[in-house]
């Protein structure tokens, strides 16, 4: 399965989940495929997972969806036990496993050898996850995981970038407009107080 | 002197002072926190563990509780991260990469911090990074020497915070968490 047809799959499924990407080129198929502004880009390696936990910690009644890869999953592996310890019913974590670090030139990850981060999953305590290796397979889990409403981890074996894949366009804003953007739209959709210029709470000063 | 008195070991939490910290947080409007095991803080562990006020995170690292409390900002909460000093070692690539760049602030209370009274070396050479990398991402921070000024530094913290949408952190030494020698 190339990531490009299981990043396509989750654009077909996308309706008002909020969702968060990692650094790789998932950040811009996302965009290409199914963009609005509740959607968070390009977090650094290690931190997609953690700051998915506590958003859906904070805002419980939307689901946050997390899409990562090995590479980056592998970085912060701790938090797959924090997210099954705190079982955020609306937390989903998709990995897009390549087993290398496709960027730069294709090392091999952990997964290339013995490491199967669906195992990895299930032992942290996320007993919600689903190992899929073709395109029939993730869209069966993920249909099963957006319905089932509680808290799920798939892992889609998926191939090396493809040189086609790799002409996707950069995003066209930098991540401090994409993170007031998407407060933005969380306070658009009600979900957050309004976002506003310095201190939230409105300061009154007297003199005595 | 025996050697145990000098060592400090009949030193005893003070539970005043841990609530005046705590009841500057919940002042402060800190709603939500994302923390580390500490001895120096194990009774405001406590009592944030105790208070509904507070959602309450244990991490696995101080990098990926920076980013739960990230996480949880962007959901409209006011986050706090405690944490040892000795963490910002973890935490370098957080703060300057999603913490500075996506802008995306915090408030952060760390013990076992560069003051004096760090009892024991393997604390001392991890906690001295912690300046010379909240000063290489640009973020604030202060000491808090006085119980006196908790309630202010805190408050002002969090202000910084809000406002300036930047992280600020506050190190609180080995004497504001005990009393005794």
Redesign the interface.
């Known amino acids: 399965m190339k990531r490009s047809e299981a990043v396509n799959i989750f654009a077909k499924k996308r309706s008002d989940e909020i969702v968060l990407t990692n650094i790789a080129l998932v950040s811009r198929q996302v965009y290409a495929t199914c963009h609005n502004d509740l959607t968070?880009y390009r977090?650094?390696m290690?931190?997609p997972l953690?700051?998915?936990?506590?958003?859906?910690?904070?805002?419980p009644q939307r689901k946050v969806i997390v899409l990562d890869g090995d590479g980056s999953l592998l970085m912060?592996l701790?938090?797959l036990?924090?997210a099954a310890?705190?079982n955020p019913k609306n937390l989903g974590l998709i990995v897009f496993d390549n087993q290398c670090y496709d960027n730069p030139g294709g090392l091999p990850s952990a997964t290339a050898g013995k490491a199967d981060l669906a195992a990895l999953a299930r032992a942290s305590g996320i007993a919600n996850t689903a190992l899929c290796k073709n395109v029939e397979e993730f869209d069966r889990a993920l249909n099963q995981a957006l319905k089932a409403g509680e808290l799920f981890c798939i892992i889609a074996k998926v191939e090396r970038t493809a040189p086609e894949e790799e002409k996707i366009p950069t995003l066209p804003f930098d991540?401090?407009e994409?993170?007031?953007t998407?407060?933005r739209e969380?306070t658009n959709q009600g979900?957050?107080?309004g976002w506003r210029e310095?201190?939230?709470?409105p300061l009154r000063t007297t003199a005595k | 002197m025996p050697e145990e008195k000098q060592r400090g070991v009949e030193m005893q939490y003070s539970m005043k002072n841990a609530r005046t910290i705590v009841g500057a947080l919940k002042a402060a409007g800190i709603d939500f926190v994302a923390t580390l095991p500490d001895s120096f803080n194990t009774q405001v562990h406590k009592l944030i563990r105790e208070d509904p006020d507070f959602t309450w995170v244990v991490a696995t690292r101080e990098d990926e509780a920076m980013a739960i409390a990230g996480g949880a900002f962007l959901g409209g909460k006011k986050p706090c991260v405690i944490m040892e000093a000795s963490g910002y070692g973890n935490c370098a690539g957080y703060l300057a990469r999603i913490a500075i760049v996506h802008h995306i602030p915090l408030l952060i209370l760390s013990s076992h911090v560069p003051a004096l009274g760090e009892m024991y070396y393997h604390h001392s050479e991890t906690r001295y990074l912690a300046e010379p990398i909240l000063k290489g991402c640009g973020i604030p921070y202060c000491t808090l020497m006085h119980i006196e000024d908790a309630d202010t530094i805190i408050r002002e913290a969090q202000l910084t915070v809000e406002g300036q949408k930047v992280p600020v952190a506050i190190m609180i030494p080995r004497h504001i968490y005990f009393e005794g020698r």
Request: glycine share 16%; aromatic share 10%.
């Open positions: 968070l977090i650094q290690g931190y953690p700051m998915g936990i506590g958003l859906a910690m904070a805002l912060g701790g938090a036990a924090t310890n705190e991540l401090t994409n993170t007031y998407f407060l969380l979900l957050i107080k310095g201190f939230s709470r």
